[in-house]
């Protein structure tokens, strides 16, 4: 390769807003696994580097001279941040139609952080460090459901979701290998427990994230593409009309549709169906109706996510994530002291107690990416192929969130406060973990099925929920140990559950009529599949 051709390949790969040639729903097998991989990679960093420095928590106080609560606003902040900020990279990423750069430019952030925060001789200053931090790892969580909808049909979306959330859970490396949500990796303090006990003590945590984002950051540039989706031009099936079969173009684009639909029935993307059957039009990007030049020119709004929350559906599931996600946080954030001061675990035993929770997200991610679509189907199956979005909500959702959360929660809190075996707590924080996962990971499917265009801004309406819930229970989780126990602890937890127990039966029910009220028409949603 000559020395211009690699000047034009690095001004290509680190171009703002790259062409998006083709449909990303057509994109091949192969480039949606490298998608999914790097996406989940990206997602990873906030759960990695949330998590990789706990078991450190007892030495960063007393090197720094720090006291316990300007020790825990590192990681209370921290989830603040990752709650506030992905609305700024969803309005920038809706207003720029990017996801790419956006990618890019989050890890260099994450980087630069994680070096700062390695060499930072002040608890103050790692404390606003871990603030950069949390602003750059969270791009990943808010423009990765947009991405996700831009890959994906709906059909097929519960699955990318699982592949998704899988990777995140069990951690970068691993999820290289096994393929690939949105939140919490247990690798990161399983390993962090190791780093400590090196001669750089609980920096070299903050050297490992460097490490990654550097080498995220590569594959970015080198491997990723640009896949913002314009529904309005690649959207091919209309709603009347009849088949454009007069030139040859035509007719090669829509064999493609066409063979898709003959091979994945009802699996694959819900606009497209056989023309023999349906008085839809299929036609190509090119012969789609112009609309380019009526439609609405966009502002940048960094606040517009936030007007979302007026939609019933939206407030109903971001509340649920909420509690469920806040309360799975307070176990994990209480979890290192509890576990030192009961039973004199060292840093890495305290890491390795993470475990229970990262079998809990594998297993919990597993059973999503195989179950999610499947049930969507077969709910509609039973409607005679209508469509509704609360089909989402499957029945892997009620066992876990009416009993392996509460139990879980119990479990962990009593078992510690009796000062039962360890073996006891570690089981209930996997319990937990699994019931958070089946979950968060269906109610943010849920969000993104119910409004495609616009799912990234949904999901950072859910993150901005769940975070603030879980900033406040983190700074409030270890005075409230402190003055009740951790077993009444977990019962102030379950209470939180059980109002999202009533929420969740109330969107299920009601959740139709909700999005009707909030304008996205049920009726359009179901006539595709009618």
């Known amino acids: 390769m000559t020395l211009s051709q690699l000047k ?12 998006v040639d083709g449909d990303p729903r057509l994109f091949s097998s192969r480039t949606k696994y490298l998608v999914i991989v790097i996406l989940a990679m990206c997602a990873a960093s906030s759960g990695f580097s949330s998590t990789i420095y706990f078991p450190g928590i007892p030495e960063i ?19 603040l941040f990752m709650g506030l900020t992905p609305v700024v990279w969803a309005a920038l990423s809706d207003y720029y139609r990017i996801r790419r750069f956006l990618l890019i430019l989050s890890m260099v952030i994450f980087g630069l952080a994680s070096l700062g925060s390695a060499l930072v001789n002040n608890i ?25 909808a831009d890959c994906y049909p709906i059909e097929r979306r519960g699955a990318a979701f699982g592949k ?45 994230c460097l490490a990654f984002s550097c080498t995220v950051l590569v594959l970015i540039l080198f491997t990723y593409p640009e896949t913002y989706r314009d529904n309005e031009k690649w959207d091919t099936v209309l709603e009347t009309g009849t088949m454009d079969v007069n ?91 509890l576990f030192e001061r009961i039973y004199g675990f060292s840093s890495w035993q305290i890491g390795l107690s993470y475990l229970g929770g990262g079998v809990g997200n594998i297993f919990g991610a597993v059973i999503n990416t195989f179950l999610s679509d499947h049930l969507l189907l077969r709910a509609r199956a039973k409607r005679g192929g209508r469509a509704s979005v609360e089909d989402r909500i499957g029945i892997n959702v009620w066992p ?28 209930g924080f996997g319990l937990v973990n699994f019931a958070m996962n089946q979950t968060v990971t269906s109610l943010s499917a849920y969000l993104v099925d119910s409004a495609p265009n ?36 977990c019962v102030f937890l379950t209470g939180l559950t059980v109002i999202a127990m009533i929420l969740l039966i109330i969107l299920k029910i009601f959740g139709g009529q909700f999005r009707y009220w909030s304008g996205y028409q049920q009726k359009n949603e179901l006539k595709q599949h009618i």
């Open 8 to 19: 034009q390949l690095f001004k290509s790969r680190l171009s703002i807003r790259p062409p």
């Open 61 to 79: 106080t007393l090197e720094l001279n720090s006291t316990p609560i300007a020790t825990t606003l590192t990681a209370a902040l921290f989830i």
């Open 124 to 148: 103050w200053g790692l404390v606003i460090l871990r603030c950069v931090q949390a602003s750059g790892a969270s791009c990943g969580q808010s423009v990765g459901a947009g991405i996700i």
């Open 164 to 208: 998704y959330f899988f990777g995140v859970f069990f951690g970068p490396v691993l999820g290289l290998i096994l393929k690939v949500y949105p939140s919490k990796c247990y690798l990161g303090p399983i390993l962090g427990g190791f780093l400590i006990m090196s001669n750089l003590t609980w920096r070299t945590a903050f050297w490992f």
């Open 247 to 337: 030139s040859e173009k035509t007719k090669s684009n829509n064999d493609q549709y066409l063979d898709l639909a003959i091979q994945i029935p009802m699996e694959e993307d819900q606009y497209v169906h056989s023309a023999q059957s349906q008085s839809i039009a299929i036609t190509t990007p090119s012969s789609t109706p112009k609309s380019n030049g009526a439609r609405k020119k966009k502002t940048f709004n960094p606040i517009k996510p936030f007007q979302y929350f007026r939609h019933p559906h939206v407030l109903l599931a971001s509340l649920i994530v909420a509690f469920v996600f806040g309360s799975m946080f307070v176990l994990e954030t209480i979890l290192p002291i």
């Open 400 to 427: 876990s969130l009416f009993v392996f959360m509460p139990f879980g929660l119990l479990l962990f809190g009593w078992s510690l406060d009796k000062k039962m075996s360890f073996w006891a707590g570690i089981v």
């Open 454 to 489: 616009i799912g990234a801004s949904f999901t950072a309406c859910a993150n901005f929920a769940r975070m603030i819930m879980a900033c406040i229970l983190t700074i409030a989780s270890n005075p409230l140990v402190d003055a009740i126990g951790p077993g009444l602890t």
